[in-house]
């Protein structure tokens, strides 16, 4: 029972929400072309996925997150390292990248699509570059609360610089190193909504913006369930791939 107590607690409140909204919908108190039953967006979805048009809409945003999320993280964690490690390179390289984090995402979008044209680069470029910084400043964060004396505790045992960011410093930083997942992964569900609406022909960015063109809002709706489903689907895998490699942390949470 504890452990499906968090299920239970957690999927209470957007049930609640749910009953409400059909209860209201159904009974005519709201108007269907403002706001239609669940009913309605259920059917839409069973029918949407018994044909199939669905699945190219919903492999195209995965693809575009997953390829966005990966560059995003794979950079943002290695301009991190070489940072927090080489001083000159943190010297010339940090200012700069604050103050290109201080860019609105979608300012970016008139940029890309004059380089990189209306297809899966500017898309997936977009995504990547959302998704690094978060990761940049969670992993230059946990690179700077590793603790001094175990460096010099390591240096005294005399361990080359390598074998220093092996035992010491990615251990330390592997809290972080989650932590970055989860805010970029975050983020590019996010923006990929905004890559969607402008230029494509596929996705569930598309797809909702086709509802609305069509007046038919139990399409935008259900495209909105999916992305609350799919972001929280991959938040908790990642949440639980955290747990499983750091339960060795001695924590109330632990």
């Known amino acids: 029972m504890n452990k499906l107590r968090p299920l239970v607690l957690g999927l209470g409140f957007p049930l609640l929400v749910f009953l409400v909204w059909y209860l209201a ?13 669940p009913r309605v967006i259920l059917e839409y979805l069973l029918g949407a996925l018994v ?9 195209l945003t995965l693809f575009r997150v997953v390829v966005g999320f990966s560059l995003g993280y794979f950079f943002g964690v ?18 700069t990248i604050q103050g290109i984090r201080a860019i609105p995402p979608l300012a970016w979008i008139p940029l890309f699509i004059i380089w990189l044209g209306i297809g899966e680069e500017s898309k997936v470029f ?14 230059c964060a946990g690179f700077q609360g590793v603790d001094r004396k ?14 220093t960011i092996q035992a010491v410093y990615f251990p330390s930083i592997s809290p972080n190193l989650w932590t970055a997942a989860r805010s970029g992964l975050g983020l590019a569900w996010m923006v990929v909504v ?3 609406l ?4 596929k996705g569930l960015g598309f797809l909702l913006q086709f509802g ?3 007046a038919r809002p139990e399409i935008s709706l259900a495209c909105l369930i999916l992305f609350a489903l799919l972001g929280k689907l991959s938040d908790s895998i990642l949440a639980t791939l955290e747990q499983i490699n750091l339960k060795w942390r001695d924590t109330i949470h632990a």
């Open 25 to 37: 919908s159904e009974g005519l108190l709201i108007p269907a072309h403002i706001l239609p039953s």
């Open 51 to 59: 044909d199939k048009s669905l699945f190219p809409h919903l492999q």
């Open 78 to 95: 290695l301009i991190a390292l070489l940072t927090s490690l080489i001083t000159p390179i943190r010297e010339v390289l940090d200012p």
């Open 126 to 139: 977009l995504i990547a570059l959302t998704s690094f910084f978060p990761v940049y400043l969670n992993v």
């Open 150 to 163: 175990i460096i010099e505790l390591s240096k005294v045992l005399g361990h080359s610089p390598a074998e």
């Open 194 to 196: 905004a890559a969607e």
């Open 198 to 201: 402008l230029g494509a022909s």
């Open 212 to 214: 609305r063109n069509v």
